[in-house]
């Protein structure tokens, strides 16, 4: 479990979670409640809303806390004096890179995030948003809540529509109460708009990275793609784990693999 102490990360952290319970109380309270009391259709969207809102944040918080694969430090002070005789440590080590602020020997695709003040395993980036970097073991996560802030964007908006497609006849008695659900409404509309399309142009970003084995940081680099051709479904399984591709959405599911957390020896190296 990893929790970065970054005042920036912190705050949009605490933005996303009070924009999150802003949609639902809107929805619930002034939309549903409000414009269609007696239907049949309130109870499912309260529950149907609920749930994106339930796998969001249980979709964030895993993004949050979890580890994204920190490149555990040795355990034995290594000797850099060795720096420039790269050749002695043998074709299999050849793509592993030295990071002299860790002090230690990193695997290939691990990069050092400044915020995090660790190496992290193909780091793609440090996102503020969840206070931590999406790395190897934690960007299925960050997937998963992209897609439920754009599931709960998507819903809003359809339910405002309604909303004002079809007015309630009794819920328009109280001119001072349609005017603050009219406000709050206008302001879940901008807010599902911006985030919904914020989220759209990150998910975007994101399955370009992975479907084309390219991290943000490397295609920063100008690497090019890390490695030969493999098949897509090879590479989103990378990512979301070898369960089935159904569960990929769910996060309460694990990786489902086996990690490399032994910490590195000086003999390792
Ligand atoms: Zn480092
Ligand atoms: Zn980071």
Redesign the pocket.
């Known amino acids: 479990m990893a929790f970065v102490k970054d005042p920036c990360g912190i705050v949009c952290v605490l933005i996303t979670y009070m924009t999150v319970l802003h949609a639902d109380y809107v929805v619930t309270h002034w939309i549903i409640l409000q414009t269609m009391p007696n239907s049949l259709w309130a109870p499912f969207h309260v529950v149907a809303f609920n749930t994106i809102v339930f796998l969001l944040a249980m979709a964030h918080l895993k993004a949050v806390l979890l580890d994204p694969g920190t490149?555990p430090l040795p355990q034995i002070r290594i000797d850099f004096s060795d720096l420039h005789s790269e050749k002695n440590y043998g074709h299999e080590r050849e793509e592993w890179t030295m990071?002299t602020?860790?002090e230690?020997y990193?695997p290939p695709r691990a990069?050092?995030?400044r915020i995090c003040?660790?190496?992290i395993r193909r780091m793609d980036h440090h996102c503020p948003w969840i206070n931590n970097c999406v790395g190897e073991r934690n960007q299925k996560y960050f997937l998963q809540f992209l897609m439920y802030v754009c599931a709960l964007a998507v819903y809003s908006i359809v339910l405002i529509v309604i909303s004002w497609m079809y007015p309630c006849e009794d819920c328009h008695a109280d001119v001072s109460q349609a005017q603050t659900r009219m406000m709050h409404s206008v302001l879940l509309l901008l807010e599902s708009v911006l985030f919904g399309l914020f989220v759209v142009a990150i998910m975007v970003d994101q399955m370009h990275a992975i479907l084309y084995d390219e991290t943000a940081v490397e295609a920063v680099q100008q690497k090019g793609p890390y490695r030969i051709h493999r098949p897509k479904m090879a590479l989103l399984a990378e990512v979301c784990g070898r369960g089935h591709p159904m569960l990929w959405m769910l996060p309460c599911t694990s990786l489902n693999r086996k990690h490399h957390d032994v910490p590195l020896l000086s003999h390792d190296v």
């Open positions: 490149v990071c602020r860790c230690t990193r990069h050092h995030c003040k660790r190496c």
